[in-house]
């Protein structure tokens, strides 16, 4: 069984600032793992994901995230915020086998970014 | 513009009937899958779609059904059985499950 752990529910950051959001997970295999962002009464957009190449990996917007098994963590970090970047974020566990349609979706962390 | 549209944006029920939620997508993707979403919890599998006129139960399926009758569409029925049915929803899709999930911009139902 897989799970994942948002480790903050809420994070405030100044513009300009860096962002980091934790997350652990837990997968009896090796996982694939994603990070979506939502904006208010929207879907999912993805940012980034990591299917086992490299560790660190770049998404959209200046995001990226670095797999680290050793510790099962996979952190999305940012070196400096935007207004626009104000949304909900959610880290995402595919587990592995392959061919398991099924996902784990973090509880969510909340940005916010102020002026 | 290829994506994933839902419909309607906003939908208000009264308690005891049941509404159908719509899904569509042109991304010609075999998979698909609906989402509930509650604040501040992580999105919870309601049914997912491998193939057309396929379909399987995913974590809270109890007072919800499901068609598959064409590839492009994957509508969602909330029944009266539901007992607690005012949520945000969410349909997605995926060429396969090795690949990321692609969603639509979600249904917004509210029992009145």
């Given at each position: 069984?897989?799970?994942?752990?948002?480790?903050?529910?809420?994070?405030s950051?100044?513009?300009?600032?860096?962002?980091l959001l934790?997350c652990n997970?837990?997968s009896s295999y090796?996982?694939?793992?994603?990070w979506?962002?939502?904006h208010p009464?929207?879907?999912?957009?993805l940012?980034?994901?990591?299917t086992?190449?490299?560790?660190?990996v770049?998404?959209i917007n200046?995001?990226?995230?670095?797999f680290?098994?050793?510790?099962t963590?996979f952190?999305?970090?940012k070196p400096?915020?935007h207004m626009?970047?104000a949304a909900?974020y959610?880290?995402?566990v595919?587990?592995?086998?392959?061919?398991?349609?099924?996902?784990?979706?973090?509880?969510?962390t909340?940005?916010?970014?102020?002026a | 513009?290829?994506?994933?549209?839902?419909?309607?944006k906003y939908?208000?029920?009264?308690?005891?009937q049941?509404?159908?939620?719509?899904?569509?997508?042109?991304?010609?993707?075999?998979a698909m899958y609906?989402?509930?979403?509650d604040?501040?919890?992580?999105?919870?599998?309601?049914?997912?779609?491998?193939?057309v006129n396929?379909?399987?139960?995913?974590?809270i399926a109890?007072g919800?059904s499901?068609?598959?009758?064409k590839?492009e569409?994957?509508?969602?029925?909330?029944?009266?059985?539901?007992?607690?049915?005012?949520?945000?929803y969410?349909?997605a899709?995926?060429?396969?499950?090795?690949?990321?999930?692609?969603?639509?911009p979600?249904?917004?139902?509210?029992?009145?």
């Open positions: 069984a897989q799970s994942v752990t948002q480790l903050d529910s809420h994070v950051v100044s513009e300009g600032t860096p962002v934790r997970y837990s090796s996982p694939s793992l994603f979506y962002v939502q009464n929207k879907g999912l957009q940012l980034l994901k990591y086992s190449a490299a560790t660190l770049k998404g200046g995001f990226e995230a670095e680290k098994k050793s510790e963590s952190h999305l970090t400096s915020a626009s970047d909900e959610f880290c995402v595919r587990p592995s086998p392959p061919n398991d349609y099924k996902l784990s979706f973090g509880a969510g909340t940005v916010t970014v102020r | 513009d290829g994506g994933i549209t839902q419909s309607p939908l208000f029920r009264k308690e005891g049941n509404v159908t939620l719509s899904c569509e997508q042109n991304l010609n993707h075999d609906w989402y509930r979403q604040p501040g919890q992580g999105l919870r599998l309601i049914y997912y779609s491998q193939i396929d379909f399987q139960k995913g974590d109890e919800y499901v068609s598959r009758e590839k569409s994957f509508p969602l029925t909330v029944t009266s059985a539901q007992k607690n049915p005012t949520a945000f969410l349909c899709s995926n060429r396969d499950p090795n690949n990321e999930q692609f969603f639509g979600g249904t917004r139902l509210t029992v009145l």
